[in-house]
């Protein structure tokens, strides 16, 4: 059994002005020990779809429809309290900004004590170990010393992995990393995603890691899905996708990003256009409108999700459907 | 030096924070110094804390420099603007103008865009107001924006198109030097080419030389002739972009360039990776040797007590490390 | 491109386009408890302006035996404690109210909403001395202060207003500085001085419009505490000289005869309300219309 499968999830959000239907009708897997990369653009819903799955979705956003099934269970349907335990027990989550989701005002091995507390039944010496232990776990240098420090104290990279340690003390078995490494220096980034890969290996925590950075995506993920504007357009194993992207909006997003063999005096490939608003979504393929490859159909019905071949590279493309086959020169396919 | 448009020399600036009534001294500059020539881009990259946007604002005088020079190159003559005050300055000003990084905050949202644009003009007594009108035209379509555009509000553009009306902003004075203190980083990816293959048209029919801060090399490779890599206010490397990227000498460019993760996932777990330790020292104690010691894989003593000179290795790659 | 062609497109476009002044009045508009507010205040004015045709009575004519009667066919909101026609008395009293309201809460917030962007924008030395002056201020309350002031200037209406000014433009000050510290701070305003726009324009055009809500929301309910520090000030003999009427001084005596005549308090009070609603309702409007963040919903 996977360990986490998310069925037609559709995530509404009720203002005002109209209903944002910022996750409409997303469905993954992931499995033990995998980790599965949310990729998109701000707005893309991949946020959202991260905040559904540990129960923190509030007014005016409301789980329209879906299942969201973990080790078996329809987390949908729990009620809070019964929700409340799973997380941070069974699921944990890291933030962007480490300092925003740490108290300021009290010390940081006193809020993993705290945390210890609340959860399990440990007593005080014994949590103050394991805090200790985890801190050294996150390999941070001066794990006692840090014990007794303020947030403000520490720097944003120390921040991260204190984070990090707060979210796996509980081996979970599902950590879910919104944008961990994007508020971080480059070479710091390197520091926290090696250090996720080592203790996803170590603790056999699953990860869904969420993040606007093909680079993350390449460096981390075992499968990736690929989200525009509350879908996922194109998902699949890792290498798979970044090799055979399919959908023009993956291979778009690709060729934007200058690489370091990209020739100079080169053009980047961009999009043109704006990512759309989900109150009035396009119709059709929601992307047709910034697409250079537009069909007909692409305006007017939606394009159903298929398999290509006999791997799990799922695209919702009109441009592989059967009947448009003949449509496409596969030259063009890949982008040339 | 007939094409050189700016030649910073030696450029320090020091920052006094109190902070409960104690007073420190930040050191944001320690002697930073290159030239640019017209119609060149010139990348610096850093990590936060770097100095790099302090830089740029000392170059557009948003900051005043504590000491060194600023050497302007306009109108026929050779003007050292960091000696210059503020009344001074403000006729130079059109030469050097600015992009920001958030272009949510850098536009007010209470002006319109044409009104944002024809300020600017004002300020600098420039043309009548037909003229004027004139110009903002045409640099709102040289920015890809049209002119319905002209009478709405910040808020009512997206994250691209503002950073468009930026452009605009700076463009509309025809500076020489255009700095832009990470103008991609706040915009989505499919986004952010778009912006780059603007600045690049422009400088392509300006001719501006862009002064182009980032922490995202990728990005400066990709616009730079030549860059400088900067760390906790000095430059420790700077070399034509090529050749800093063939042959990076400083252990920090090394780690820097190695932080770059490809968006390739075979190539990116199978190339060799230079992890750094530590985090980004402290801008308030610069120490008395080499600033990079204490992260430094290559480390020897003389690291710790003497601060390395900068070398020109070869035809225009200096680099500041003794064992480079 | 035909270099005049261009010029005159966006002439063209001008004159389709709205102005700014009329565009605030159009999203004004649109708000209707504001324009509600508008009338109001409007109507109060025409009052006041010709208070003299409106009057059913003399107010100043004491009429004992009809003293203390409520609402009634002839007094339509009754007669207070001389017997003076309480409609006619509040008609005149909102010549004095509206006036030291108006006038106290106009100067001190543009003085105080002018010293607080000086002080704010300048910096170091400048914004401590004016903010070291605008503390010892509030550490008095400020009607002692103003009351010490018409003390010495002597009784009278325009020493009211004096004195209601000279303590009330503190607060504006204190607010509006706020504003400008974090408002300077603001990219914007980095991006307006490297593209050289002059120091009064940034500070007027530029920091001053985005610091308005405060202000705003300050002055609305400025005005009424003038209307009531002016009733204070008047009991204690050092306003308008009785027998002349004010609202404030009106709702004052109304207050001895609270158990017998409430009337004569609450009549008053409804006036006060009803302006200081009508202003609120005005300010909220105002404010709205001006940021153009808001002008879609």
Known sequence: MALLEVKNLRVYFHTREGTV???????????????????????????????????????????????????????????????????????????????????????????????????????????????????????????????????????????????????????????????????????????????????????????????????????????????????????????????????????????????????????????????????????????????????????????????????????ACWLYSDEFQGAVDTDERYGS | ????????????????????????????????????????????????????????????????????????????????????????????????????????????????????????????????????????????????LENYHLFRYPHEFSGGQRQRISIARALILNPDIIIADEPVSALDVSIQSQIINLMLDIREKFGVSYIFISHDISVVRYISDKVMVMYLGFAVEKAPVDVLFDRPLHPYTKALLSAILTPDPKKERTRKKMILQGDVPDPSKIPMGCVFADRCPIKKDICEKVKPEEREIEKDHFVSCHFA | MNESDGGIELQLFFTKKKTNFSDVWY??????????????????????????????????????????????????????DLGRDVLSRLILGTRVSLRVGLIVVGISATVGTIIGLLSGYAGGWVDNLVMRIVDILLAFPGILLALAIVAILGPGIDHVILALTLTGWVGY?????????????????????????????????????????????????????????????????????PPEPSWGSLLNVGRRYIMVAPYLSIFPGIFIMVVVMALNFIGDGLRDALDPRLRNK
């Open chain 1, 21 to 315: 239907k910022a996750v409409d009708d997303v469905s993954f897997t992931l499995e033990k020990n995998e980790t599965l990369c949310l990729v998109g653009e701000s707005g893309c819903g991949k946020s959202v779809t991260a905040l559904s799955i540990i129960g923190l979705i509030s007014n005016p956003g409301k789980i329209e429809s879906g299942q969201i099934l973990f080790e078996g269970v329809d987390l949908v349907k729990l009620k809070k309290s019964e929700l409340r335990k799973f997380r941070g027990t069974e699921i944990s989550m890291i933030f962007q900004e480490p300092m925003t989701s740490l108290n300021p005002s009290l010390k940081v091995g006193f809020q993993i004590v705290e945390l210890l507390l609340e959860h399990f039944n440990v007593s005080k010496t014994e949590a103050k170990n394991l805090a200790v232990e985890f801190l050294k776990k996150v390999k941070i240098p001066d794990a006692v010393g840090t014990y007794d420090k303020y947030p403000h104290q520490l720097s944003g990279g120390m921040r991260q992995r204190v984070m990090i340690a707060m979210a796996l003390i509980s081996k979970p078995s599902l950590l879910i990393a919104d944008e961990p490494t994007t508020a971080l220096d480059v070479t710091i980034q390197l520091q926290i995603l090696e250090l996720i890969r080592d203790l996803k290996n170590s603790l056999g925590t699953s990860v869904i890691l969420i993040t606007h950075d093909m680079g993350v995506v390449a460096n981390l993920a075992d499968k990736v899905a690929v989200m525009y504007a509350g879908k996922i357009v194109e998902s699949g194993e890792v290498f798979e996708v970044f090799e055979n992207p399919l959908h023009p909006y993956t291979v778009g997003l690709l060729g934007s990003i200058p690489k370091l063999d990209t020739p100079k005096n080169s053009r980047l490939i961009s999009i043109p256009g704006n990512v759309p608003r989900l109150i009035n979504p396009p119709k059709g393929c929601r992307f047709h409108e910034r697409c250079s490859r537009k069909l007909e159909i692409c305006e007017i019905a939606e394009p159903p999700e298929m398999t290509i071949g006999n791997s799990n590279h799922r695209i």
């Open chain 3, 173 to 241: 000050a204190r607010v509006v500085r706020g504003e400008v510290l974090t408002i300077k701070e603001e990219e914007y305003i980095t991006a307006a001085k490297s593209s050289g726009i002059k120091k009064s324009v940034i500070l007027f055009k530029y920091i001053l419009p985005n610091a308005l809500s405060p202000i705003i929301v300050l002055a609305t309910f400025g005005i009424a505490g003038a209307i009531i520090a002016e009733s204070s000030l008047s009991f204690l003999g050092l306003g308008v000289k």
């Open chain 3, 27 to 80: 999203r004004f508009r649109r708000n209707k408890l504001a324009v509600i507010g508008l009338i109001v205040i409007t109507l109060f004015i025409l009052v006041a302006i010709f208070a003299n045709y409106l009057m059913p009575y003399d107010p100043y004519k004491i009429d004992i035996r009809n003293r203390l009667k409520g609402p009634s066919k002839e007094h339509w909101l009754g007669t207070d």
């Open chain 2, 1 to 144: 030096m007939k094409d050189t448009v700016l030649e910073v020399k030696d450029i320090k600036k020091e920052f006094v924070v109190s902070r409960f009534g104690r007073k420190k001294k930040i050191y944001a500059l320690n002697g930073v110094s290159f030239d640019l020539k017209k119609g060149e881009v010139l990348g610096i990259v850093g990590e936060s804390g770097c100095g790099k946007t302090t830089l740029g604002r000392v170059i557009s005088k948003i900051y005043e420099p504590t000491s060194g020079e600023c050497i302007l190159n306009v109108e026929g003559k050779e003007i050292d603007i960091a000696k210059l005050d503020e009344k001074k300055f403000r006729s130079y000003r059109k030469y050097i103008q600015m992009i920001f990084q958030d272009p949510f905050a850098s536009l007010n949202p209470r002006l319109t865009i044409y009104t944002t644009l024809y300020d600017v003009l004002k300020a600098h007594g420039i043309g009548n107001k037909d003229y004027r009108n004139e110009l903002i035209e045409k640099t709102i379509k040289e920015v890809g």
